[in-house]
C-alpha cells in the first residue's frame, strides 16, 4: 500500500448522522488503521452524489446504515439474484453470520482518503499526493476487505436534476475496475445494496447487474484509462499465479482466458501466460502454434478433453474469442456443437451452454461466426441460455443480425419460454431491443414482439430504467398488463409454483419471493419489489394503477412496506404522482460523475 487502509469501526458508522470528512474522523480518533488481527473490512463502492461531496444530503450513507443493520440483524442469508438462483442451482448466498464473526470495518472514500477542501493551502501540495496514493492503493485495499459492496440506491442530487441508479453505477468507470478488482481477489463475491432491504450476492460477470469491463466505462478523465492499465494487467497476474498455487483449475482456465476481456478497452500488453516452458517447432505453423501453446497453458492434453467443470477446451476458447485459435480447434476436430455440462455461477453460463453462445456473450462475433461455418446450431432449442439469448443479454446487436442472417429467428426463446427480446428488456440491453425489433419487421413477417409481456420481463429483473419503460410505452406496451406464468413454457410455470411452495414452506429467498407473487402482478409491482424505483417513476407517470392486487392479494404499496424508498415514489403510492412525473422526465438523461 502506498496509504494506509484507513477505516471506520461498524459501530462510528452506525452513529453518523452527517458525512464527516476523513480529516476530522482522524483527528476525533474515529478512524482506525486497518490490519486483518483488527478484524474484517468491508469496501464500499458508490457513486459521489453532489459536486467535490458523496452524499451532501445524507441519503445513500442512510441506505448504508440500514442495509447494514438489516443484514446483521434479521437476516440469516444474503441471497443471490432471481436469474443466478434460477439458471445455476449450485449458486450459494452468503451467511450473514460470517459479517458477524468479528469485529466489523468499513472502507469508505470519503472517510478513508484525504479531502482536499478541508487542507490548509500551505498543506495542499502534501495532501494531494496523499491522496493519489490512497487512489494507487485501492487494488491493495479491495485485496485486503473480506467483504465488497456495491451501494447503489435509487437517490437525486440536490439539484434534483440528476438520479443515480444501479445502472449508472455500473457504467461508471472506477466503480468498474473497483468490482473487477474484487473478482479478482481470492473471494470474488461481492454484495449490491439498492436498498435498505433488498441486498443481493453478486457471484458472476452476469448476474444482478449490467456494466462491462473497465476500460469501456465512463471516466471523467480520460487519461485515467492508461493509468489502469498497468493495474489491471498486475491483478490479473496475481489471480492467476494465486489460482495456479491452489490447484484450482477451473477457475484458473476461466481467468486466463477472460484476461481481454478484463483488459478490453484499456492500451494494455499481450496477454499473460504464466506456465513457463513451452516449446515448439519454429517450423510450425501459427494456427497449430497457437493451439498448441492453448492447451498447454490450460492444461489440456486434447481438443476433445472435458474437465472436471464440464468445460472442452473450445468453451474455453470461446472466453478468449481469439478467432486464430477458434479455427485452428476446429481443424483438429474440435466438436462445434459441444455444450457445456454443469454450470458456472462465476460467468452466469448454466449447462448446456454451447460455444457459440459463450462467443455471443462476450461480443467475440468474429469467433462465433467461424463456429456457425463450422456447423453450430444457432437455434439453441431448449437451452436456458440459447445464441439469440445471449446476445441480447449482452446487448450485442451485431451479434443478433449475425445469428438472422444465419437463419435463427429473432422470435427464438430459452427453456422458460422467455423471448430473446423480452430478456434483453430485462438485462436493459437497448442496442440488442432495436435490432431485434428491425430484424422482425424486416426479415421474419413483419412480425412484432408483445411489448407488455417484455415490460413485465423488464420489471421483474434488472431492465427497469425510466428510458426503457418510456421506450417499451411508445410501441404500446399497457403498463398495467401481467403476465400468466404458463405463457409460452410449461418449464417456467413448474418453476413459479416450486418457488412458491419453498416460498411458503421451506427456505425464502429474492429468488422464491419474486415468483411467488408474480402471478397477476403488475409491472408496477415488480418494480417496487426489485426496487428498481427510477422505472417504477416512469411507469406512474405513464398512468401505472395503483389500485390492482395481484393473485396472492399484495397491491403495489404492499411491496413497498418495510422498504426504504425515495420520496417521489412514496408520494405516488400515497395518491400523488406529482413528483414521479417529474422524475421520469429527468431520469433518462444520465448522472453526475464526480472523481475522488
Known amino acids: 500500500m502506498c496509504f494506509p487502509m484507513y477505516a471506520v469501526p461498524l459501530k462510528v458508522l452506525l452513529q453518523m448522522g452527517e458525512m464527516i470528512p476523513h480529516e476530522e474522523l482522524k483527528a476525533t480518533g474515529r478512524l482506525v488503521e486497518f490490519q486483518n488481527s ?3 473490512a468491508m469496501f464500499v463502492s458508490h457513486q459521489w452524489v453532489g459536486h467535490r461531496h458523496p452524499d451532501p444530503e445524507f441519503k445513500q450513507l442512510k441506505v448504508l446504515q440500514d442495509a447494514l443493520t438489516y443484514v446483521t440483524t434479521e437476516l440469516e442469508v444474503i441471497p443471490v439474484d432471481l436469474v443466478t438462483e434460477t439458471m445455476m442451482p449450485s449458486a450459494k448466498g452468503l451467511r450473514t453470520a460470517e459479517l458477524r464473526s468479528d469485529p466489523l470495518f468499513i472502507w469508505y472514500d470519503y472517510f478513508s482518503c484525504p479531502q482536499l477542501e478541508y487542507t490548509s493551502q500551505r498543506r495542499d501540495n502534501e495532501n494531494r499526493s496523499q491522496l493519489l496514493n490512497a487512489i494507487a492503493s485501492i487494488p491493495a485495499y479491495v485485496n485486503t476487505s473480506s467483504f465488497f459492496l456495491a451501494l447503489c440506491p435509487v437517490v437525486e442530487n440536490p439539484s434534483q436534476s440528476m438520479l443515480f441508479t444501479p445502472a449508472s453505477w455500473a457504467e461508471r468507470g472506477w466503480c468498474r475496475v473497483e468490482r473487477a478488482l474484487r473478482e479478482l481477489c481470492s473471494d470474488e463475491s461481492w454484495i449490491m445494496v439498492k436498498s435498505a432491504t433488498n441486498v443481493e450476492l453478486v457471484l458472476g460477470k452476469e448476474a444482478s447487474v449490467g456494466g462491462g469491463p473497465p476500460g469501456e466505462g465512463e471516466f471523467s478523465v480520460a487519461e485515467d484509462r492508461t493509468a489502469l492499465a498497468p493495474v489491471m494487467v498486475d491483478a490479473l497476474r496475481r489471480k492467476l499465479h494465486m489460482l495456479l498455487q491452489s490447484q484450482d483449475l477451473v477457475s484458473y482456465r476461466l481467468v486466463l482466458n477472460l484476461q481481454g476481456v478484463y483488459l478490453s478497452g484499456l492500451p494494455a500488453e499481450t496477454l499473460h501466460e504464466p506456465v513457463p516452458g ?3 517447432n519454429t517450423e510450425t505453423d501459427s494456427v497449430s502454434m497457437a493451439v498448441a501453446s492453448f492447451l498447454f497453458q490450460n492444461g489440456f492434453a486434447s481438443v476433445r478433453q ?13 472466453l478468449r474469442g481469439d478467432p486464430t485459435l477458434i479455427q485452428g480447434l476446429l481443424d483438429q476436430r474440435a466438436d462445434p456443437n459441444c455444450k457445456t455440462r454443469r454450470d458456472q455461477p462465476r460467468v452466469g453460463i448454466p449447462p448446456l451452454t454451447s460455444a457459440v453462445s459463450i462467443c455471443l456473450l462476450y461480443k467475440h462475433n468474429k469467433a462465433a461466426r467461424l463456429l456457425i461455418e ?16 445471449c446476445a441480447a443479454d449482452a446487448n450485442n446487436a451485431e451479434g443478433v443480425r449475425l445469428l438472422c442472417e444465419s437463419g435463427c429467428s429473432p422470435h427464438a426463446r430459452n427453456l422458460f419460454g422467455i423471448s430473446a427480446f423480452e430478456s434483453a428488456c430485462a438485462c436493459g440491453s437497448m442496442a440488442a431491443m432495436e435490432e431485434l425489433l ?28 425510466a428510458e426503457l419503460v418510456q421506450w417499451l410505452v411508445s410501441k404500446g406496451a399497457n403498463v398495467n398488463k401481467s403476465r400468466s406464468v404458463w405463457k409460452h413454457s410449461v418449464a417456467f410455470g413448474i418453476l413459479t409454483t416450486l418457488k412458491s411452495l419453498q416460498h411458503t414452506y421451506g427456505t425464502a429467498s429474492a429468488c422464491t419471493k419474486s415468483l411467488h407473487h408474480v402471478p397477476e402482478a403488475t409491472p408496477l409491482m415488480l418494480a417496487v419489489n426489485t426496487s428498481q424505483y427510477a422505472g417504477a417513476a416512469a411507469l406512474v407517470a405513464a398512468g401505472a394503477r395503483l389500485d390492482i392486487r395481484n393473485l396472492r392479494g399484495w397491491s403495489a404499496a404492499d411491496f413497498a412496506k418495510g422498504q426504504s424508498m425515495p420520496g417521489f415514489l412514496m408520494q405516488a403510492l400515497e395518491g400523488n404522482p406529482t413528483e414521479c412525473l417529474r422524475v421520469s422526465a429527468i431520469a433518462s438523461d444520465g448522472y453526475v460523475e464526480v472523481f475522488f
Open 306 to 318: 472435458r474437465d472436471r467443470a464440464g468445460w472442452s477446451p473450445l468453451h474455453y476458447a470461446s
Open 38 to 40: 483488527l478484524g474484517k
Open 374 to 389: 463450422a456447423g453450430a446450431a444457432v437455434n439453441g432449442s431448449g437451452q436456458i441460455r440459447p445464441p439469440m439469448t
Open 438 to 465: 428491425s430484424q422482425s419487421q424486416s426479415g421474419f413477417g413483419g412480425r412484432s414482439f408483445d411489448m407488455s409481456d417484455a415490460l413485465f420481463c423488464a420489471m421483474l429483473h434488472r431492465g427497469g430504467t
Open 278 to 280: 513451452f516449446s515448439m
